[in-house]
T-cell receptor
Framework: DGGITQSPKYLFRKEGQNVTLSCEQN?????MYWYRQDPGQGLRLIYY???????QKGDIAEGYSVSREKKESFPLTVTSAQKNPTAFYLC??????????????FGEGSRLTVL | DAKTTQPNSMESNEEEPVHLPCNHS???????IHWYRQLPSQGPEYVIH???SNVNNRMASLAIAEDRKSSTLILHRATLRDAAVYYC????????????FGIGTKLQVIP
């Protein structure tokens, strides 16, 4: 089945450790996105990528890094510089659609808890 | 970026219609109105989108005001499965599409 696969679903880490969250898609979409969601809050954009080897900072990029070496993959690293990393992380890809206004497809999310 | 404003929460009785409002007074002529919904502990899913005309699909209807400064997502008959957070967002055409979401409206469906 086509879709977005995020792993791991749950992750526990000690403070000060870097963590990498995986996001893989087999939808052949060029654009991909990473969002962070805190309890009772909306989605905040961390990074987005329109094409391989290119990505842009979103609204809360500090303390995070990404890479886009393959079309299918857009991993997110939560670095030790991120002051409050405990959150629910969502990855999405965008269907180009008509005129570039296609829908976003989301993964099931990764819940990171820093102890 | 043009912003949207939605009520934080709404309630509806099961099997009754639900009208979820969204204000977007600074919408530009090329902005599309998109709606997504997020069930608990899941990623959001697409519901519907439109530009100027009202739109219908199997999930919902979208009514867009004539001046496009507001829109309403209509669920014709709410079920318990429709309890979710509903996001109204604006999307513009073009290359670098920075897609952002607000807090959305949390819909509670009462049996």
């Amino acid at each position: 089945d086509g879709g977005i696969t995020q792993s791991p679903k749950y992750l526990f880490r000690k403070e000060g450790q870097n963590v990498t969250l995986s996001c893989e898609q087999n939808l052949n979409h060029d654009a991909m996105y990473w969002y962070r969601q805190d309890p009772g809050q909306g989605l905040r954009l961390i990074y987005y990528s329109q094409i391989v080897n290119d990505f842009q900072k979103g609204d809360i990029a500090e303390g995070y890094s990404v890479s886009r070496e393959k079309k299918e993959s857009f991993p997110l690293t939560v670095t030790s510089a991120q002051k409050n990393p405990t959150a629910f992380y969502l990855c999405a890809s965008r269907d180009p659609g008509t005129g570039g206004i296609g829908e976003l497809f989301f993964g099931e999310g990764s819940r990171l808890t820093v102890l | 970026d043009a912003k949207t404003t939605q009520p934080n929460s709404m309630e509806s009785n099961e099997e009754e219609p639900v009208h979820l409002p969204c204000n977007h007074s600074t919408i530009s002529g090329t902005d599309y109105i998109h709606w997504y919904r997020q069930l608990p502990s899941q990623g959001p899913e697409y519901v519907i989108h439109g530009l100027t005309s009202n739109v219908n699909n199997r999930m919902a209807s979208l009514a867009i005001a004539e001046d496009r400064k507001s829109s309403t997502l209509i669920l014709h008959r709410a079920t318990l499965r429709d309890a979710a957070v509903y996001y109204c967002i604006l999307r513009s055409t073009g290359g670098y599409q920075k897609v952002t979401f607000g807090i959305g409206t949390k819909l509670q469906v009462i049996p």
